[in-house]
């Protein structure tokens, strides 16, 4: 199993900046992905943004070009540029390995003005 914990989220001004960051602990060694998903009030849970071992990364349509993903041994990042009110939701960390599929507690991420 693997355990994950976000930071980074808070209050930013539509067009404004932030890093989320997400630390693993346990079985890190048997992770093949990590990705970020968010939650909107009132909507699904959607994939963010997505690296595997591979090196392999996939975006969402509505962040590509605005946010990146980028992963340091059992940390992965989310820099999220240009954000707008839409962006506003709780982002949660994901990690998947050939046993597991675990999840962090979610940091939550507010834009307006």
């Known amino acids: 199993q693997v355990q994950l914990v976000e930071s980074g989220g808070g209050l930013v001004q539509p067009g404004g900046s932030l890093r989320l960051s997400c630390v693993a602990s346990?079985?890190?060694?048997?992770?093949?992905?990590m990705a970020w998903y968010r939650q909107a009030p009132g909507k699904r849970r959607e994939l963010v943004a997505l690296i595997t071992d591979g090196g392999t990364i996939n975006y969402a349509d509505s962040v590509l070009g605005r946010f990146t993903i980028s992963r340091a041994n059992a940390t992965v990042y989310l820099q999220m540029n240009s954000l707008k009110s839409e962006d506003t939701a709780v982002y949660y960390c994901?990690?998947?390995?050939?046993?597991?599929?675990?999840w962090g507690l979610g940091t939550r991420v507010t834009v307006s003005s």
């Open positions: 346990g079985s890190i060694f048997s992770m093949w992905a």
């Open positions: 994901n990690a998947e390995g050939d046993d597991f599929n675990s």
